[in-house]
């Protein structure tokens, strides 16, 4: 086994080698002003080197303030990878662009940089003097509304801080906020004292014209003591002097829209846009059926995806559509933010033949220029050929095509006649039916209501339980109900029968009263008895309905 691990070593080694990455080369921004510095990283994952670059070759640009190396081993999918950086903190020599050399490391070399070197304003700022102080600043005093003003608040301190600093959120009514990035820290020059700068940078986006004012914001940190301690023997930090400072409050010029500008057409302010398309695959040879994806995409600088307008559809008789959610994305720059929008649709063509897709055209203003502009895409020809697999194959016989053709066409007209002719018979039958009464009313067999009442009513006042019995299922039988029903949903009538019941089938029958029974009888809803035509009189009535 120690034979086996002492000839693999080798071979590891000659296989990384083998591998070696490039020497890549990145700064943390590419413009600062004069007397910032910027932040070199070069990285490697070549694990047989354990030197460090050499930097001769900036020194006759820029100031090394300080370098730092830092190791890391990442697993990705059970694969190790191992990376080593070297991150380099440079001071400018020279205003205007700059380049950061080729840098080597071993036989790898890495890409050279060039950063922009603005000159700074030699104004000094009234609170250069103190130990901490802060600064706000916008790339612009006006802007149109929506539009972007790009915010940068930078902290100086030329004392230590702890780590307890805060800065106020930055909140402001009628406006949009994104934060540009991650917060930077670098050193900078001022009156030959070193500062380090924390840097933050936001994109304004006004809703409403006017004057819109940004209020102070409020720094807050604890300064590191560096005086002696009183107290030789005490322990733990040394306490220090809580420092809040604010900045000045800026105000910002939101113009309206132009006059000029389309009133259909969404609002887009923006410094510079590009309308771009592509396919998959692209619509060279293509055949009915055939599926292919249209991507569109819109890119604009100044504004955020989600204020991106919606791109026009591809509907155009021959091509089914089927459309795919936009994809939205971000991206931070020196300048702002980028905003993209990118819609994806399949198309599928249903017809052969040559396909006229439209111009897509955008509307926006440049803000840059301040004036109105157009970006669009071209019209274009979609040449569709006929599929084969779809054909239909033509029959084989002494069949004619037209002969065929006329078969089935009469053939239709027949089941559309016999169609026709169902339908008309039977709104005929409906509209019979209509004027005929729903139910026809059956002969009368045997006594009447109106004397089968009289029956109850004689035998009840009489006080002859069996008598109104029999008189009772008389009646009983030419009812829509049963007794047990209507005794059920008419409480009355369900304590007369219990005595009449009790009378029949007990000895107190003699001693039995009718008149609670007639009462009850008399008394059921209209709705639970059959009426008598011929009504109480025994006469039909005056107006019949």
């Not at 070759?57 to 830092?70: D, H, I, K, N, Y």
């Not at 670098?186 to 936001?202: A, F, P, Q, T």
């Not at 002696?228 to 910002?252: F, Y």
Request: proline residues 8%; aromatic residues 6%.
């Amino acid at each position: 086994m120690t034979r086996f691990t002492a000839l693999l070593l080798p071979l590891l080694l000659c296989t990384a080698t083998a591998q070696a990455a490039e020497l890549t080369a990145s700064v943390d921004r590419s413009r600062l002003n004069s007397g910032e510095t910027v932040e070199l990283t070069l990285e490697t994952s070549d694990v047989t080197q354990f030197g460090k670059p050499d930097l001769t070759a900036l020194e006759a640009l820029f100031e090394v303030r300080g370098t730092r190396q830092v190791n890391q081993l990442n697993t990705l999918n059970g694969d190790n990878r191992a990376t080593t950086r070297w991150i380099i903190t440079l001071l400018p020599k020279e205003n205007g662009s700059v380049v950061i050399p080729p840098l080597q490391l071993g036989d790898a070399q890495s890409q050279p940089i060039t950063v922009q070197v603005v000159e700074s304003d030699t104004r000094e700022n009234q609170n250069s003097l103190d130990p901490v102080f802060i600064e706000a600043s916008l790339d612009q005093s006006s802007v149109y509304v929506q539009a972007q003003a790009i915010l940068t608040l930078r902290i100086y301190h030329s004392v230590s801080l702890y780590d307890d600093s805060s800065l106020t959120p930055l909140q402001i009514a009628d406006a949009r906020i994104e934060q540009l990035g991650d917060t930077r820290t670098y050193e900078k020059d001022l009156n030959g004292v070193r500062h380090g700068v924390i840097e933050m940078r936001y994109a304004i986006y006004p809703q409403h014209s006017g004057l819109l004012t940004i209020a102070p914001q409020t720094f807050s940190a604890t300064l590191v003591d560096t005086q002696p301690s009183q107290d030789a023997n005490a322990q733990g930090p040394k306490p220090g002097k809580l420092m809040r400072v604010s900045s000045a409050e800026i105000p910002l010029t939101v113009k309206p829209k132009p006059l000029t500008y389309p009133v259909d057409a969404p609002w887009l302010p923006a410094r510079s846009l590009s309308l771009s398309e592509s396919w998959n695959p692209e619509p060279e040879h293509i055949q009915v059926g055939d599926s292919m994806t249209r991507s569109l995409t819109l890119k604009v600088e100044g504004l955020a995806s989600s204020q991106l307008p919606v791109l026009p559809a591809t509907d155009v008789n021959g091509l089914r559509r089927y459309p795919d959610q936009p994809v939205l994305s971000n991206q931070s720059t020196d300048r702002g933010i980028v905003g993209s929008r990118e819609e994806r649709e399949a198309l599928v063509p249903s017809r052969s033949g040559a396909i006229d897709l439209p111009t897509v055209d955008v509307v926006w203003w440049n803000t840059f220029e301040d004036h109105l502009e157009h970006s669009s895409l071209p019209a274009r020809t979609l040449q569709v050929a006929n599929n084969p697999s779809l054909q239909v194959d033509t029959p084989t016989g002494n069949l004619q095509p037209s002969v065929v053709d006329n078969d089935v066409l009469w053939w239709w007209k027949l089941s559309t006649l016999i169609l026709a002719c169902t339908t008309l018979l039977g709104f005929g039958l409906w509209w019979r039916a209509r004027w005929q009464p729903a139910v026809h009313r059956a002969a009368q067999t045997g006594p009447s209501p109106r004397t089968l009442m009289d029956d109850i009513k004689r035998a009840s006042q009489a006080n002859d339980p069996q008598a109104t019995r029999q008189a009772l299922d008389a009646w009983a039988r030419q009812q829509p109900e049963t007794l047990a029903d209507m005794a059920a949903r008419f409480v009355p009538l369900s304590d007369a029968l219990d005595g009449l019941n009790g009378a029949l089938y007990s000895e107190t029958g003699q001693h039995w009263q009718g008149e609670d029974l007639w009462r009850a009888i008399r008394t059921i809803p209209a709705a639970e008895r059959v009426q008598d035509p011929v009504g109480e009189s025994g006469l039909p009535p005056l107006y019949p309905k």
